[in-house]
């Protein structure tokens, strides 16, 4: 097979890089979220369409599209039946889903042992020793993804109309953050009926700036999401000398607020996801793959 694709999709965006049969990256691109589990149907599309942009990017011809072969790492393969639907109707030679953690911890750590949190949009964790892979979270905005941008930003909306309401005091953030919905709490609740992951993600970064300045209600959602990703961090049990390897946009923010034990661990990943996926299209798909 001549080309293959790698796909790195989440709650934001989906990234696509398009690469020869033994991994050598041709072109890159990126579109829209890519969550199968929350929109199935427009995630289809924006994988399709970074897929199409990457080969734009490469000099080559969108329409040898089905003869590529893609391994795609997707938010909300790890639940239900969506892989499987997804594979289905997707338009390429040959197809594999695996989780966003899966292509993370590739990214990360190569085929060898250690450990990878994703902190983005959602998050999720993934380990390997000896081979053997364990994976934490991942169970999506509504009943999980703890310390997660989505989860911020829900705690930040939440904590500003109990401010509106006088339940707790307001401070310079909850006041910024209603004069976004033009100071009228029901605009924050009409904000939520259609929001998606990724809208509520986008306020993350605001609170995590004003935990900096000594917010107090931006301190106490910051603080809630680090003893969150500590906990998923210690149940991986990783050993001294285990690379532990922080991916997503939250990453950068949170790795100096961790534990002295875990920020002891903290290795620069070989590669990123999308870097992951490429690896893993090249093994299964490319030139020694059978």
């Given amino acids: 097979m001549e080309f293959v694709l790698g796909i790195d999709g989440g709650g934001t965006?989906?990234?696509?890089?398009?690469?020869?049969?033994?991994?050598?990256?041709?072109?890159?691109?990126?579109?829209?979220?890519?969550?199968?589990?929350?929109?199935?149907?427009?995630?289809?599309?924006?994988?399709?369409?970074?897929?199409?942009?990457?080969?734009?990017?490469?000099?080559?011809?969108?329409?040898?599209?089905?003869?590529?072969?893609?391994?795609?790492?997707?938010?909300?393969?790890?639940?239900?039946?969506?892989?499987?639907?997804?594979?289905?109707?997707?338009?390429?030679?040959?197809?594999?889903?695996?989780?966003?953690?899966?292509?993370?911890?590739?990214?990360?750590?190569?085929?060898?042992?250690?450990?990878?949190a994703i902190l983005g949009t959602g998050t999720a964790y993934m380990a390997?020793?000896?081979?053997?892979?364990?994976?934490?979270?991942?169970?999506?905005?509504?009943?999980?993804?703890?310390?997660?941008?989505?989860?911020?930003?829900?705690?930040?909306?939440?904590?500003?109309?109990?401010?509106?309401?006088?339940?707790?005091?307001?401070?310079?953030?909850?006041?910024?953050?209603?004069?976004?919905f033009r100071d009228n709490p029901e605009g924050v609740v009409e904000f939520t009926t259609s929001a998606k992951p990724g809208d509520f993600g986008g306020f993350a970064p605001k609170v995590f700036e004003h935990a900096a300045k000594g917010d107090i209600v931006a301190i106490w959602i910051v603080d809630k999401a680090v003893a969150d990703v500590e906990a998923s961090l210690n149940v991986l049990d990783l050993r001294d000398g285990d690379p532990l390897c922080l991916l997503g946009g939250l990453a950068p923010l949170y790795a100096p607020l961790l534990s002295a034990r875990h920020r002891a661990l903290l290795k620069q990943p070989l590669d990123d996801a999308l870097g992951g996926a490429v690896a893993m299209a090249a093994r299964y798909f490319g030139k020694g793959s059978g």
């Fill in 13 to 116: 965006s989906c990234r696509a890089a398009l690469a020869t049969a033994d991994g050598a990256v041709l072109g890159r691109a990126k579109s829209g979220a890519a969550n199968i589990r929350t929109d199935l149907t427009g995630a289809r599309s924006n994988i399709v369409e970074a897929a199409r942009l990457a080969f734009i990017n490469a000099g080559r011809d969108p329409d040898l599209i089905p003869q590529a072969a893609a391994v795609l790492g997707l938010a909300g393969a790890n639940v239900g039946t969506y892989r499987q639907q997804l594979e289905a109707i997707l338009p390429f030679a040959a197809s594999r889903v695996e989780t966003d953690a899966e292509i993370a911890l590739e990214g990360a750590v190569g085929s060898g042992d250690g450990a990878m």
């Fill in 128 to 180: 390997r020793r000896d081979g053997k892979a364990r994976a934490i979270g991942g169970w999506g905005f509504q009943v999980g993804d703890q310390g997660s941008g989505a989860r911020i930003g829900r705690d930040l909306l939440e904590q500003t109309l109990l401010a509106h309401d006088g339940i707790r005091a307001p401070s310079p953030l909850t006041d910024e953050m209603l004069s976004v």
